[in-house]
């Protein structure tokens, strides 16, 4: 598994094989994006950097037990905290085995590796449990927050990782001129444009059934992530917004809306986005969505 897999995120690849190099890795490193934009994988790839037998910084080199214990999910220094199934929060319980685990020194290989992969999901309590770890690691110890809502962690935390934003990966079937008009006007429907007046009449012309379900669920993906920018400007963590990326116009945007009105936005696409998942009939979720954006 080497540095390649990160080809998709250059800058989180450059960042990492850079602060390898040099042997300064943060001891810390928040993972922000939105789902699917492969922060799991890339935590992954760093856990062999670290651990690898070779000394092969750029991804390790997958022969060695070392490598071969992470690809099996079986490293006794990489610990992967998540959300287990019918929770839905990372108990606290869970965090404080974490804690106790980050005091040891590593069993095998030279450092150690926890991965909270959900971070958003972590309540108040366990976030602030977690505060002194984060602040004061062992040498050996690094953390990697992966996360798709960076806006829900203290900002305590916020000032002890430091970020890296994944982008969304285009997978170049959403790339139709249908989808690239859907997304524009669900989008200026979400921001409350004037435009989206016309919306409802777009909207009764698509034709719900030539789409896949799995692209809508990637065009609402990007549409919350996008929404989570404008958050992240406007609650005033910019730093986790990718430079370059439509930054500027973000920006712009940003400004004249409210945070609480985004923030209602943004959980209300996610709940769509999760019925879109469930089966629900498209074009009676679709309505239903149009209808609410209107009125929100
Ligand atoms: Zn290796």
């Known amino acids: 598994m080497s ?78 905290l998540e959300v287990q199934k019918d929770s839905k929060v990372i108990k606290i319980e869970a965090v404080r085995e974490l804690i106790a685990r980050a005091g040891l020194r590593p069993f095998q290989a030279r450092a150690k590796l926890f ?6 999901r972590l309540n108040e309590d366990a976030q602030n449990a977690l505060l002194k770890t984060l602040e004061e690691p062992e040498g050996s110890t690094f953390f990697v927050l992966i996360t798709s809502s960076p806006e829900r962690l203290l900002s305590t935390i916020r000032s002890r990782v430091h970020p890296l934003r994944f982008l969304p990966i285009e997978t170049g079937a959403e790339k139709s001129p249908e989808i690239d008009l859907l997304k524009r006007r669900l989008l200026s429907l979400a921001l409350g444009d004037s435009a989206s007046a016309s919306f409802g009449v777009g909207m009764e012309e698509t034709d719900w059934s030539r789409l896949d379900r799995e692209i809508l669920i990637k065009v609402f993906e990007d549409l919350i992530s996008y929404l989570r920018d404008l958050l992240l400007i406007r609650v005033g963590v910019p730093d986790l917004v990718a430079v370059g990326h439509e930054k500027l116009e973000k920006e712009k945007t940003a400004a004249r809306l409210e945070e609480g009105a985004l923030r209602d936005k943004i959980e209300r696409l996610a709940e769509f986005k999760e019925k879109l998942k469930e089966n629900a009939n498209l074009r009676l979720l679709m309505a239903a969505l149009t209808d609410e954006l209107e009125h929100t």
């Open 115 to 120: 991965v909270i992969d959900g971070a958003e």
């Open 3 to 80: 540095f390649e897999l990160l080809n998709r995120q250059p800058q989180v690849k450059e960042y990492l094989g850079s602060a390898l190099k040099k042997s300064r890795l943060p001891h810390a490193l928040l993972f922000a994006g939105p789902a699917r934009s492969g922060q799991r994988e890339a935590a992954l790839v760093l856990a062999k950097s670290l651990f690898c037998e070779k000394g092969i910084l750029e991804g390790g080199c997958d022969v060695c037990v070392q490598c071969r214990q992470v690809s099996g999910a079986a490293h006794p220094d990489l610990f992967i």
